[in-house]
């Protein structure tokens, strides 16, 4: 499974870079991935198996259709009439690692309850890189479960300064 | 004994002959009766006396035999009556010792009886005491569970809702500067 991951990713890295549109594929994947995840209705009505392929495919139109590239439009159709929709999240992390390290780089998944702006995601990028002691890409995903601070992840490490976490040592301690 | 009887015979006719003397016999005839009974003694006392005293004795010892064997079967008679009470008496005491060995087994058993039912009823009784709190601290953890969780996801929702743009941002300037420190 982890081969055909990375065969997708691999495949999906030099059709975009072909096509000269790798940075906005890879970013709209991301996008797209991330809504996957917040989202099981969504991610268990791609993967019904009952639910005829049409349908999927015209729901992907209804949701990205005019927003996202054709190429990630078109992208995103494979993946799902392959029946890989399952997959297509670890796909497109693992499109994302793959375009970072082509530019030599690591990839840093910044989850805040609130969008950051340009300013705050370039220090986010030099404080992590100098912490990690990569060269990283911050890719910034907006998730209210963290309700505040932010939970930054590189690889396998993660830095926990949210808001959640606090919570979370409450309820154990509240608990135990 | 014939000399005797011809001499009382010639004593007789001399008697009838004369009737001058009746009770007085003549000389002659006195002699002749007095060695006459000088004889007779002589073989009663010679043969007769003997074989009397012979059969007298052997009667005797045949007596005095059958008393001893009397007194003999009565020392008997009296030892097997010895014996006889002395097995009853024993027999009287061995059931006695049955009884009281079953009474004391009984006692035994009663007493082993309640102790196990005693201590049946402790284990039974800590049995339930154990269980009645291992339910009670399980409620309690999950009473405990219940209440973190909804006040935590509670405080979480009142943080999430009261935090304002610029509180975002301190806590996001607050972790750059930890992160930075690192």
């Known amino acids: 499974m982890q081969d055909r991951i990375t065969g997708y990713a691999n495949g999906i890295f030099e059709l975009a870079k072909a096509e000269e549109e790798l940075e906005r594929v890879e970013n709209e994947l991301f996008t797209i991935a991330q809504a996957l995840d917040d989202s099981p209705e969504l991610r268990s009505t791609l993967t019904d198996p009952q639910l005829p392929m049409e349908k999927k495919q015209a729901l992907i139109d209804d949701l990205i259709g005019g927003r996202a590239s054709s190429l990630s439009v078109d992208l995103v159709q494979l993946i799902v009439s392959q029946g890989r929709s399952s997959e297509l999240s670890d796909i497109a992390r693992a499109l994302v690692k793959a375009a970072a390290a082509s530019r030599d780089k690591a990839v840093a998944e910044v989850r805040s309850a609130v969008p950051l702006d340009e300013q705050t995601i370039e220090r986010l990028a030099a404080a992590l890189g100098r912490a990690t002691g990569k060269s990283v890409e911050v890719k910034v995903v907006v998730d209210e479960s963290v309700i505040g601070g932010i939970v930054a992840r590189v690889g396998d490490t993660v830095i926990d300064g949210s808001l959640a976490r606090r919570v979370d040592s409450l309820r154990q301690a509240v608990e135990s | ?182």
Request: no cysteine; hydrophobic share 45%.
């Open chain 2, 1 to 182: 004994m014939q000399f005797l009887i011809a001499t009382i015979l010639y004593a007789e006719e001399g008697e009838s002959s004369s009737n001058v003397s009746l009770v007085l016999p003549e000389t002659a005839e006195l002699i002749a009766g007095i060695i006459a009974f000088a004889i007779v003694f002589f073989f009663v006392w010679k043969w007769a006396l003997p074989t009397l005293n012979k059969t007298l004795e052997t009667r005797q010892q045949a007596v005095s035999g059958e008393l001893a064997g009397a007194e003999k079967a009565k020392v008997e008679a009296e030892s097997l009556l010895s014996d006889y009470n002395a097995q009853l008496a024993d027999a009287k005491s061995e059931g006695n010792r049955i009884l009281e060995d079953a009474r004391v087994t009984a006692e035994q058993m009663k007493t082993d009886l309640l102790a196990k039912a005693e201590s049946e009823a402790d284990n039974i009784r800590s049995k339930a005491r154990d269980d009645a709190s291992a339910e009670k601290s399980r409620a309690l953890s999950d009473a405990r569970t219940q209440v973190g969780d909804i006040s935590v996801e509670l405080a979480g929702k009142i943080v999430g809702e009261e935090l304002d743009a610029d509180a975002h941002q301190d806590l996001i300037d607050r972790y750059l500067a930890d992160l930075e420190t690192l």
